[in-house]
């Protein structure tokens, strides 16, 4: 191990202790059958046209630096994802992979990057063909351990992607309405215009007809802790008076409706909401939420703890 990484280990451990050392608090943290009363975590279980092989999903986490400059999965990413389905995973979701880069301004494209940048060769699936091979290459090899892979499609960081694009791109960030960055708040994001939110919906389409084209097996829509798509669907952020997208969920019942339109009507589509309020959010509560656009088609709607931004 570097010097500097046994130094940071030392400091880790003084802070958070050496619980990892102790075999009986692994062994409470381990997936085995003894676990009762998990009765069905190991059972299948439907979800439109398809049957997952068990209840242990794999949630998203970004994949950065996991692809190559065009966006297209690397052999590590695909073979960081087989190894995972291997362990046995029933359902595994990619992290998050933006529906177009020409919008949000906080999503910038490999060639115009900062080394401190968040979005860094992220895979893509938009624009160039040439990504598809990695994405079945990737699809494949989950596939050959009995999982499912799921594509995580981000409308946008909005408020809370990076400020730099400010300064390296002249472009404020953008938001549903006038609101501060969430890392630099006297940044201002400035509100999308309607005609630029149905450019991100017709690409949230295109973006799932050409996931299932690269054989995923449903899509999972990036709806949480704060991104674009929550500023849409929480009235503290989304304070429009004119136009479709005044309406709190409009625009992720439009997301909805193009990836049914693309898609058809079995393929999956999962929608990740958060599921309590911060303090300061009029968000109207996630269940209503939950089951107002369960009932407009996608197939499952999850939630996450994460905190709120
Ligand atoms: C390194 C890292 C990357 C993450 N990337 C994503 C992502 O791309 N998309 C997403 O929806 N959540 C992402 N998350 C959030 C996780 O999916 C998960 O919600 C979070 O770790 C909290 O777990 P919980 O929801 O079980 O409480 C990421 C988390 C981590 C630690």
């Not at 029933?90 to 080394?115: K, Q, Y």
């Not at 860094?120 to 063909?129: F, Y």
């Not at 929608?271 to 209503?288: D, G, L, V």
Request: aromatic share 10%; glycine share 8%; charged share 20%.
């Amino acid at each position: 191990m570097p010097p500097d990484s046994q130094e940071l280990v030392a400091q880790l451990i003084e802070r958070f202790g050496t619980w990892f050392e102790d075999e009986r608090a692994l062994e409470a943290g381990r997936m085995t059958r003894h676990l009762y009363p998990y009765e069905h975590l190991f059972s299948p279980i439907q979800v439109n046209s398809l049957k997952i092989k068990n209840r242990i999903v794999m949630g998203p986490m970004g994949n950065v630096s996991m692809a190559d400059e065009t966006g297209r999965p690397s052999t590590k990413m695909i073979a960081y994802y087989a190894e995972r389905a291997k362990g046995g995973v029933g359902l595994i979701a990619s992290g998050i992979v933006p529906v177009t880069f020409a919008v949000d301004p906080s999503f910038t494209e490999p060639g115009n990057l900062a080394p401190d940048v968040l979005i860094r060769h992220l895979p893509r699936i938009d624009g160039s063909r040439t990504v598809f091979a990695g994405w079945r290459d990737l699809a494949e090899g989950v596939h050959a351990y009995g999982a499912h892979f799921f594509i995580q499609l981000s409308p946008g960081a909005g408020r809370v992607g990076s400020p730099e694009c400010v300064v390296k791109r002249h472009k404020l960030p953008v938001s549903a309405s006038w609101n501060p960055n969430f890392y630099m708040p006297a940044v201002p994001c400035r509100p999308l215009t309607d005609r630029e939110c149905w450019k991100v919906v017709r690409a949230t389409g295109q973006a799932a007809a050409d996931a299932r084209a690269c054989l995923a097996d449903g899509v999972y829509l990036h709806g949480h802790e704060g991104y674009l798509l929550e500023q849409f669907a929480n009235p503290a952020f989304n304070r429009r008076k004119l136009g479709h997208f005044a309406d709190w969920e409009a625009f992720g019942l439009e997301l909805i409706k193009e990836i049914r339109r693309r898609c058809g009507p079995d393929y999956p589509i999962w929608y990740r909401i958060r599921m309590y309020p911060s303090a300061t959010s009029r968000w109207p509560c996630a269940r209503p939420t939950a089951s107002a656009w369960s009932a407009s088609g996608p197939s499952s709607v999850s939630g996450t703890s994460a905190r709120s931004r």
